[in-house]
């Protein structure tokens, strides 16, 4: 044994995970995301001798330990995989380990039992990013190409396939890859890049969960002298989600 995962709560040491080198936890980036309601962790395992990473939940206190997927290689833009409100289900973006040209990149639910679903496969060329869980039922993500034709979308975390795409029509070159969810977890807000009468604008947009958008702001970049006016790429919602 090369390494142990321990957590530690109230003086005891827990052992979650135990591993050598060939199938390895340790050399990897754990990626370790505690559960909303703190009963559960889940980590991410390198296999070493097939060049594969797996996907594993357990009990805080090592126990009841589930692969929810194997085979798989995982996206990672600082977070492999995000956890629903209610701690009962794991969404996270993966290629098939085999797959070396023209691969297709898909987001996958999974509960608790390693029950899973495909609820979005993006086309090659295309990636996703920024997965975000509003609600317990819907997730937003961006699908995203090069800086061009980026698209944001409101999936079904049922996996029926009632995904929205909510960017159509908008003209958007490209989006900001943040996601701004009000505090109620009814609306969202985006940001948006085009260029109107060939003048590089940024567009704050606003969103509800069955897709109705609006632009709220606009700020046409414009030059004084040294000074520049842009849409700094952060917004706050107010805790009353008002403004």
């Not at 996703?128 to 944001?152: A, C, G």
């Not at 009468?197 to 940024?202: E, K, L, M, S």
Request: with cysteine; aromatic share 16%; hydrophobic share 35%.
């Amino acid at each position: 044994i090369d390494c142990l995962f321990f957590f530690f709560k109230q003086k005891t040491a827990y052992e979650i995970k135990e591993c050598d080198w060939s199938s390895d936890v340790c050399s990897s980036d754990l990626s370790i995301k505690w559960s909303p309601d703190s009963n559960f962790i889940a980590y991410i395992k390198y296999v070493r001798d097939i060049s594969s990473e797996e996907l594993w939940v357990s009990n805080i206190d090592g126990s009841n330990k589930i692969k929810i997927d194997t085979g798989r290689k995982f996206y990672d833009d600082g977070d492999y995989y995000y956890w629903s409100p209610d701690s009962k289900k794991i969404a996270y973006r993966s290629i098939d380990n085999e797959c070396t040209a023209n691969c297709l990149v898909e987001l996958r639910v999974s509960d608790m039992s390693a029950n899973k679903k495909t609820i979005f496969t993006s086309p090659d060329g295309f990636e996703l990013y920024r997965v975000e869980w509003v609600n317990n039922q819907k997730i937003v993500f961006l699908q995203v190409s090069n800086y061009e034709n980026d698209r944001l979308w409101i999936g079904d975390a049922t996996g029926s396939g009632n995904n929205i795409l909510i960017t159509e029509g908008f003209g958007f070159d490209y989006l900001h890859y943040e996601i701004f969810i009000a505090p109620d977890r009814q609306l969202f807000a985006f940001i948006g890049v085009g260029h109107p009468d060939g003048i590089h604008t940024d567009f704050l947009n606003i969103s509800d969960l069955q897709g109705n958008a609006y632009v709220l702001r606009e700020v046409r970049h414009t030059h004084f002298g040294d000074c520049d006016s842009w849409l700094e790429h952060e917004a706050y919602w107010l805790p009353d989600s008002d403004k």
